[in-house]
């Protein structure tokens, strides 16, 4: 199945980028987070922005099997809490406005009751090796 999702990876030229995130963990406190970002086009139409494009739809459901596998190979190895968040309506232009872009995300955070200190710059650091692997470049 790897060689199948790097062979995705390739053929859909997938790339990641890492943003620091606060998340909300029970509406009063805030947590450290990373969101390790997957990125996809599957057209360079800069006005093509629906969430409801088949091809669109079909990509997002691809970078998320890809983000799956790459934390399940993660998984052993990490201290943090990991989980794949797709949004259908994640489809946004790429920074330099380009293109359209679709977007799946794996959110690297504190175990609950964990502390500040259980390795989550280690943790992202597994899941971007995992995802480098399968052939995902950095943004």
């Known amino acids: 199945m790897t060689s199948a999702i790097s062979e995705l990876v390739r053929l859909e030229n997938v790339f990641m980028h890492v943003w620091p995130a606060n998340i909300s963990n029970d509406g009063s406190r805030?947590?450290?987070?990373?969101?390790?970002?997957?990125?996809?086009?599957?057209?360079?139409?800069?006005?093509?922005?629906d969430p409801s494009c088949r091809a669109c739809r079909r990509l997002q459901s691809q970078l998320e099997s890809i983000a799956r596998t790459a934390m399940e190979q993660a998984a052993s190895r990490v201290k943090a809490e990991l989980?794949?968040?797709?949004?259908?309506?994640?489809?946004?232009c790429s920074p330099a406005g380009q293109r359209p872009c679709v977007t799946v995300s794996i959110y690297v955070r504190n175990r609950p009751h964990g502390s500040a200190s259980n390795g989550i710059a280690d943790s992202v650091s597994q899941v971007k090796s995992a995802l480098a692997a399968l052939g995902v470049r950095d943004r």
Do not use: K, Q
């Open 83 to 92: 989980e794949v968040y797709a949004d259908p309506a994640c489809i946004t």
């Open 30 to 49: 805030r947590d450290s987070a990373f969101e390790v970002e997957l990125i996809s086009s599957h057209t360079a139409d800069p006005s093509h922005l």
